[in-house]
């Protein structure tokens, strides 16, 4: 079975554990996902399956997508992943739960973009405490100095500075599974997941180290 499936992120709550103790819970609404296409080493040179998952209407899609979703036969989807594993019982239009993958008590990595917010300075994006605020001060949120004309003149590459915070790619390791409700298709994760409600997440097996 393959070692991963697609979601989307519903929210968070709480919920109680037997002893009394409160657990915040992130929701998953996890599959079901379609396999659309089957990869091996002898033509495509590695082992996966991509998976769909998110109804799409068919008008959104061009003729070649709609040629290639046609071999599954399991219609058109919104997101395609590739994810590897022990795929040899998996088959072209074959449908994987989450309870296929997944159990209480396994631990996952959870990806997904997290929420863009715009151009920011280097107080909010690196945490920056900025400069003096009494009276007289010309330097308050500034991000200081980024370097000396005599050596290196320039700026090093990497350097933090003011610019474009969040909408990148984010995983969060090491995440418990409190819960699976294969009924719904939900899975609740211990703690925050990265990306906003109705964002579309990747849950995999944790690797071990």
Same mark, same amino acid.
């Given at each position: 079975?393959?070692? %991963? #499936?697609? %979601?989307?992120?519903? $929210?968070?709550?709480?919920?109680?554990?037997?002893?009394?103790?409160?657990?915040?819970? !992130?929701?998953?609404?996890?599959?079901?996902?379609?396999?659309?296409?089957?990869?091996?080493?002898? !033509?495509? %040179?590695?082992?996966?399956?991509?998976? /769909?998952?998110?109804?799409?209407? *068919?008008?959104?899609?061009?003729?070649?997508?709609?040629?290639?979703?046609?071999? *599954?036969?399991? @219609?058109?989807?919104?997101?395609?992943?590739e994810m590897d594993g022990n795929i040899a019982e998996c088959e072209v239009g074959s449908e994987?739960l989450c309870s296929d993958v997944f159990s209480a008590g396994d631990v996952v990595d959870v990806?997904?973009?997290?929420? @863009?917010? +715009? &151009?920011? +300075?280097?107080?909010?994006?690196?945490? &920056?405490? +900025?400069?003096?605020?009494?009276? @007289?001060?010309?330097?308050?949120?500034?991000? $200081?100095?980024?370097?000396?004309?005599?050596?290196?003149?320039?700026?090093?590459?990497?350097?933090?500075?003011? @610019?474009?915070? /969040?909408?990148?790619?984010?995983? !969060?390791?090491?995440?418990? #599974?409190?819960?699976?409700? *294969?009924?719904?298709?939900? #899975?609740?994760?211990?703690?925050?997941?990265? +990306?906003?409600?109705? /964002?579309?997440?990747?849950?995999?097996?944790?690797?071990?180290?």
């Open positions: 079975m393959v070692n %991963g #499936i697609l %979601g989307k992120k519903l $929210g968070m709550t709480q919920i109680f554990a037997e002893n009394g103790i409160r657990i915040p819970v !992130t929701v998953i609404e996890a599959g079901p996902c379609s396999v659309v296409q089957k990869k091996v080493v002898d !033509t495509d %040179g590695y082992d996966a399956v991509q998976l /769909g998952f998110g109804a799409q209407k *068919a008008h959104r899609i061009n003729k070649p997508e709609m040629g290639h979703f046609k071999k *599954a036969g399991k @219609g058109v989807f919104a997101f395609l992943r994987i990806s997904g973009v997290s929420k @863009g917010k +715009g &151009f920011q +300075g280097v107080i909010k994006r690196w945490n &920056f405490s +900025g400069g003096r605020s009494s009276h @007289g001060s010309k330097f308050h949120r500034h991000g $200081g100095s980024i370097g000396c004309s005599a050596w290196p003149a320039h700026v090093f590459k990497g350097k933090k500075m003011a @610019g474009q915070m /969040g909408n990148e790619q984010v995983t !969060t390791q090491n995440l418990e #599974i409190v819960d699976v409700r *294969a009924d719904q298709n939900l #899975i609740l994760v211990k703690g925050a997941v990265p +990306g906003p409600k109705n /964002g579309l997440v990747t849950i995999r097996k944790a690797v071990k180290a």
